[in-house]
């Protein structure tokens, strides 16, 4: 097995293992979705794309930078309501 295959299934795993771990999170709190779940959500599922993108694929160093910049933008929003 090649290093890079190697490191895509390790993210694929940890992937699959960050997900069970939050939705068994959200069972024992008995919570449901809200803005702040769902943002959770969307890095559990990113961050390893990122990754698999930057292994497997002849990605341009510029290209993943940008995507990376795309989740802390949304991490670091505040979703706050206007009043229009």
Avoid: C
């Avoid at 939050?22 to 979705?33: I, V, W």
Wanted: hydrophobic fraction near 50%; charge should be positive; glycine fraction near 10%.
């Amino acid at each position: 097995m090649t290093p890079s295959t190697l490191a895509v299934v390790i993210a694929g795993l940890a992937m699959l293992a960050a997900l069970v771990g939050y939705f068994s999170r959200l069972r024992a709190k008995n919570q449901g979705f809200g803005p702040n779940s769902i943002k959770a959500l969307g890095t559990i599922l990113f961050i390893p794309t990122i990754l698999i993108l930057a292994v497997a694929t002849p990605f341009h160093s510029e290209a993943l930078a940008a995507l990376l910049g795309t989740l802390a933008g949304y991490l670091l929003s505040r979703g706050t309501d206007r009043d229009d």
